[in-house]
């Protein structure tokens, strides 16, 4: 019977790459120069500190342009308050891995709303759909990627 999971997962060496590259962008960059400004990458987070606001703002702009670059979605970062401190500005930009439980409600609620013949099931931070033909799990295939989640889809693990 053919399967596939629906996972999000984030290639962790492509952030720190997009972090090393807004990082030379930083260093080129004219409105930064003689600012005290930095990318700080702890996995799975990055730290982005700045003497003001808006130069932190510009910062997660940067950041965001290298991810998608480096072909990961921007949906899956989970930016926190900034926090001031003195005269820097700090905040920091998290990833998120793993569908949550609400959100795989909600995509295998999708799935049975649209009556196809598939069977959706969560298995801890992935769901597993499973069919009697390949054509309905392409179509939900499509049916999740069109709609509005909080959060990128990665399918793998196609079986038939």
């Known amino acids: 019977m053919p399967s596939f999971d629906i996972v999000s997962e984030i290639n962790l060496e492509e952030v720190r790459n997009a972090v090393e590259n807004s990082t030379r962008e930083l260093s080129t960059r004219f409105d930064f120069r003689g600012v005290e400004a930095s990318f700080e990458w702890k996995s799975p987070a990055v730290s982005v500190k700045a003497e003001g606001d808006f130069q932190v703002k510009q910062m997660v702009d940067i950041l965001r342009n290298q991810l998608v670059k480096r072909?990961?979605?921007?949906?899956?970062?989970?930016?926190?308050?900034?926090?001031f401190s003195g005269k820097n500005c700090m905040q920091r930009v998290?990833?998120?891995?793993g569908i949550e439980k609400d959100v795989a409600k909600k995509v295998v609620k999708l799935i049975k709303d649209s009556k196809a013949k598939v069977q959706a099931a969560i298995q801890g931070e992935?769901?597993?759909?499973?069919?009697k033909k390949r054509d309905d799990l392409q179509s939900v295939m499509q049916l999740v990627r069109e709609a509005e989640f909080e959060q990128p889809?990665?399918?793998n693990n196609f079986r038939d």
Do not use: L, N
């Open 71 to 83: 072909k990961i979605d921007p949906r899956s970062m989970q930016i926190s308050d900034p926090e």
């Open 153 to 155: 889809f990665q399918f």
């Open 94 to 97: 998290t990833f998120q891995e």
């Open 126 to 131: 992935q769901v597993r759909v499973t069919g």
